[in-house]
């Protein structure tokens, strides 16, 4: 599955890095994290909950992360298990663009949904991904004190 | 496979049915026909530490002729809605689309009121609850509120209700004589999700059609409404170019997701199809 | 949190009264509980048809009902239709017509049908088929099930019995 976005955030770019990179601002971003902490420089194991539709599924995940270049890039690996429920594997790759207004966050992800979630629950995966996604972002812009800002060209939501 | 264990407790009331699910907080689940449900927790999709049955409350049962008003219990199986006279009188596009839903045995216990609440975007009732211009009735800790069906869906599988709430009934103001409905659904096999659907309304007189209601379902992450297409039909003579027409804006206007067997590309092309269909038969 | 519930309800004619956990669904109560095997467990989450069984008169699947919601109520499987003959038309015309192979879905099948010709008396070849899409069937591939069900439709409306494969049965 792949899920690729931008978001425009009301923040500078190294507001942005910091918030990215701050455990505690995470915490508040991930809708459904009940845990997170940073083992290493680069490693962070979090437990999120996750709650689509009828699903309520709890990942235990761990995050590694790569190719660092503060206030611009760095790559992330993530594996996470669910349990009963399934697993999720995959990469993604974070890149802070400066824009009119703030900061363009791009992102890439590729990821492999296993387990019982990815048969009967991988109908709206890639639906389900974007929305968690797109919440992430809602709250993350709302801890920097920023907002999402609609993209130009994108179509305005009634 | 088998669910995990959870407690499991049937309140008398709606009172007490609130009481229970605030103090329970995330750990528990309401169970009304559990069709959905069940099937999550046998798969440990979910672990709730406890299910609250709410088959007991009156006040989500029943179909009632209020006035000008028909109001649907959230209780109501899809089966209650298929034999319902009241139903079939003045909200006859619900009657069509109940065999559409799953089959029979599961159509006997699962509710109205369920499909509402979980909001998937291939769901039958979501769709036809937008286009009946229904409202929401719901029951939470500070008490009643009505959300019309409009503000209700509000992205996938999210709606107005808080993990707290109870979604008690929905009222729909009644249908008069000149109505003409198309409930369409297309799916791979009878009783599958669907694939893509819509549900419609309209006044009729001889081939115009006024007050137009169009909802597509399982194209998007909600039901979805085609305004434009709705507005350029509306009041005038329906022949083949304005049918063309009209298909062609709803194609623009409709924004379609992929699903896992199906394209947005594709979403996008059954849009027209189904409206093509739809328009065709209700001014035949 | 296996904390367990006592329930009473009638299966098959007869009252019961148990202590389940509240995860036990109705299948697994009827089979392991009651030894009851008629109704069978396919995919456990309401797709195949094979738990289906009657609860208050109306079919149910068995995989997706808990025991504990049966409290109260009478839950009937194809024993308990078997010696009550409600089933015995269905069940000759299954004979006659080779709808079961290897039986796994046939129990299924027979409570399913059994609403139909209650529900929809003048149901078409095509409503037949559209019914029972809700049962899986591996072995027969659904013709002889159609035509066995189609035959019973036929011959009530003509007032007529199935005629019995095996005399003296």
């Not at chain 1, 505690?24 to 689509?52: N, Q, T, W, Y």
């Not at chain 3, 009638?10 to 109560?29: C, I, Y």
């Amino acid at each position: 599955m792949e899920l690729n976005g931008e978001q425009l955030i009301a923040a500078p770019i190294p507001e942005v890095w910091k918030g990215l990179n701050d455990i505690d601002v995470l915490a508040k971003s991930i809708p459904g994290c009940e845990e997170i902490s940073r083992i290493a420089p680069e490693e962070i194991h979090a437990k999120v909950m996750f709650k689509i539709g009828p699903v309520r599924a709890r990942f235990a995940g761990k995050l590694l992360l790569s190719d660092i270049v503060p206030d611009q890039s760095c790559s992330m690996a993530f594996e996470g298990s669910g349990g009963a429920a399934g697993f999720a594997k995959g990469k993604s790759r974070v890149e802070l663009k400066p824009s009119e207004g703030g900061t363009l966050v791009c992102y890439t992800t590729e990821a492999s949904i296993g387990g019982k979630l990815g048969q009967i629950g991988g109908r709206l995966i890639s639906a389900s991904a974007k929305k968690i996604a797109d919440d992430f972002f809602q709250r993350f812009a709302a801890e920097l004190g920023g907002e999402i800002l609609p993209l130009e060209g994108s179509p305005v939501k009634e | 496979m088998k669910a995990a264990a959870f407690d499991y407790v049937k309140p008398e009331s709606l009172t007490e049915a609130l009481g229970l699910l605030a103090e329970a907080g995330e750990d528990a689940r309401l169970i009304a026909g559990g069709q959905t449900l069940l099937a999550t927790l046998n798969m440990r999709l979910s672990e709730p530490s406890i299910l609250i049955d709410i088959t007991n409350l009156s006040e989500l049962k029943g179909i009632k002729l209020d006035g000008k008003c028909l109001r649907i219990g959230a209780l109501v199986t899809h089966t209650e809605i298929e034999d319902s006279d009241l139903i079939a009188k003045h909200a006859p596009l619900l009657k069509a689309a109940v065999p559409h839903i799953a089959h029979r045995a599961i159509r006997n216990l699962g509710t109205w009121g369920g499909s509402l609440a979980y909001g998937d975007p291939a769901a039958e009732w979501p769709a036809c609850s937008l286009t009946l211009d229904a409202t929401m009735i719901i029951h939470g800790p500070s008490g009643e509120r009505k959300v019309a069906a409009k503000d209700f869906f509000i992205d996938l599988y999210t709606t107005s209700l808080a993990s707290d709430d109870i979604l008690v009934a929905t009222e729909i103001p009644v249908s008069d004589g000149a109505q003409v409905f198309c409930f369409q659904e297309l799916a791979r096999r009878h009783g599958d999700y669907a694939v893509a659907g819509l549900a419609a309304v309209a006044q009729k007189q001889g081939d115009v059609l006024t007050q137009c209601k169009f909802t597509f379902f399982s194209v998007g992450a909600t039901p979805v409404m085609a305004f434009k297409a709705q507005a350029l039909i509306d009041g005038k003579k329906l022949n083949e170019q304005l049918i063309s027409d009209a298909v062609k804006v709803a194609r623009a206007e409709i924004e379609t997701i992929a699903d896992l067997t199906n394209s947005a590309e594709a979403k996008q092309h059954l849009v027209g199809v189904l409206l093509e269909r739809a328009l065709k038969q209700m001014i035949a | 949190m296996s904390l367990k519930k006592k329930i009473t309800l009638t299966v098959n004619g007869v009252e019961v009264t148990a202590e389940v956990e509240p995860r036990m669904h109705l299948v697994d109560f009827l089979r392991e509980e009651l030894h009851l095997k008629g109704p069978h467990l396919g995919c456990e989450q309401g797709a195949c048809g094979a738990c289906t069984v009657k609860v208050d008169g109306q079919i149910i699947r068995g995989c997706l009902y808990l025991a504990v919601q049966a409290n109260g109520s009478v839950v009937e499987t194809v024993e308990g239709l078997t010696k009550s003959g409600a089933l015995a038309d269905l069940q000759e015309s299954f004979m006659r017509h080779n709808a079961m192979q290897c039986g796994f879905c046939s129990s299924g099948m027979l409570l399913a049908a059994s609403e139909l010709v209650e529900q929809q008396p003048k149901a078409s070849r095509e409503e037949v088929r559209e019914w029972i899409s809700g049962n899986y069937c591996r072995c027969t591939g659904y013709h002889a099930i159609v035509d066995a069900i189609v035959a019973v439709l036929d011959a009530r409306a003509k007032g007529q019995k199935i005629k019995p494969v095996v005399a003296n049965a």
